[in-house]
């Protein structure tokens, strides 16, 4: 079964081998396994789907940006330029957006992490990402982008060996195998089985995404 020990060690070591030239795709990989095991440890397979589409988004982004600015620069040849001048344009714009859209995914995921887990470290990285992705359109995004890099390593390393209580179930007043909890104090919370979102211990649904609770 899943830890949280062993997705600490797979997404620090992940998160720090991204700096690394030549090694950097297996630190994603890493950190994309790390993400499995904390989906799996929550019971929560909506953040594994997000970071999922996530990944795949950047990479769809990237080589669909990649092939127009090549075939653009290709078209160049018969047209004194304008062709590759407009593809490099056209290229580089898709791969903005897909950045973004990509990011936007990574947050909803960072987000609900940070909120299971109790790290916030992973809802500044979440933020810092999509804020990154969104400047890089005039350069300074790409600085942004790696302070985001180092705050995730931070946040993965930040991983608590075992559930928070809360986060774990303990706020529904059932334990397993032992007697049964004392009445749920006024003011309890829980998190939603589905998006994550804090809400009333006592509440049937959530009253950010709707979804029925356990």
Request: proline share 3%.
């Amino acid at each position: 079964m899943a830890t949280l020990s062993q997705a600490k060690v797979l997404g620090g070591v992940g998160s720090i081998l991204i700096f690394i030239p030549f090694v950097s795709l297996v630190g994603y990989i890493l950190m994309i396994l790390a993400v499995k095991d904390i989906s799996d440890d929550l019971g929560d397979t909506a953040i594994f789907n997000n970071v999922l589409i996530a990944a795949v988004t950047g990479i769809v982004g990237a080589l669909a940006g990649a092939s127009i600015i090549v075939f653009g620069a290709i078209g160049g040849i018969f047209t004194a330029g304008m062709s590759a001048f407009f593809g490099v344009i056209s290229g580089l714009l898709i791969v903005w957006v897909f950045l973004i859209v990509s990011a936007v995914f990574l947050k909803k995921a960072y987000n609900t992490m940070g909120q299971r887990l109790g790290v916030g470290t992973f809802n500044t990285a979440a933020t810092l990402y999509l804020v990154g992705a969104v400047m890089t359109i005039v350069l300074i995004g790409f600085l942004v982008l790696l302070v985001a890099e180092i705050v995730q390593a931070v946040a993965y390393f930040s991983i608590p060996d075992q559930l928070p209580a809360q986060g774990a179930g303990a706020s529904t007043g059932l334990t397993s195998g032992g007697p049964p909890a004392m009445p749920l104090a006024a003011g309890a919370t829980k998190f939603c089985t589905s998006c994550g979102n804090k809400i009333a211990a006592s509440a049937t649904f959530c009253n950010s995404c709707g979804a029925k609770q356990p």
